[in-house]
């Protein structure tokens, strides 16, 4: 999940989503073992992906703010987010994460996206 946030912009679409489908049906259906969830919540690996997709979503923010409607379409930025938050939910699992997410005020930026 880390690799996927950093390279995201490098992959399309469509393989993104596989990827999450795989990601929650690995760790997040009710037929997994506790085992893996427990591994999953507590594998501190996965740490900076948290960060780069508040860096990504901050930044397309930013890019559209400053350059106005003509930086990014609405629905390219929909778009984007979207994806971002998509990988976000994987990655909140794990309670390092969370902490991280929290430190950087994390909430506020997807929450502000919620009233976009």
């Not at 591994?39 to 559209?64: D, F, Q």
């Not at 998509?86 to 390092?96: T, Y």
Request: aromatic fraction near 8%; glycine fraction near 4%; include cysteine.
């Amino acid at each position: 999940m880390e690799w996927m946030a950093r390279y995201m912009r490098f992959l399309p679409p469509m393989v993104i989503n596989k990827i999450n489908k795989e990601w929650k049906a690995q760790y997040y259906t009710s037929n997994v073992s506790s085992e893996r969830k427990e591994m999953a919540s507590c594998n501190p690996l996965y740490s900076t992906g948290v960060e780069t997709i508040l860096v990504n979503l901050r930044s397309y923010k930013t890019k559209v703010e400053a350059q106005g409607e003509q930086a990014m379409e609405v629905s390219i930025y929909d778009h984007q987010n979207s994806l971002q938050l998509g990988l976000l939910e994987n990655i909140l699992i794990n309670d390092l994460n969370v902490e991280i997410f929290i430190k950087m005020s994390g909430v506020s930026d997807v929450v502000r996206i919620m009233q976009e």
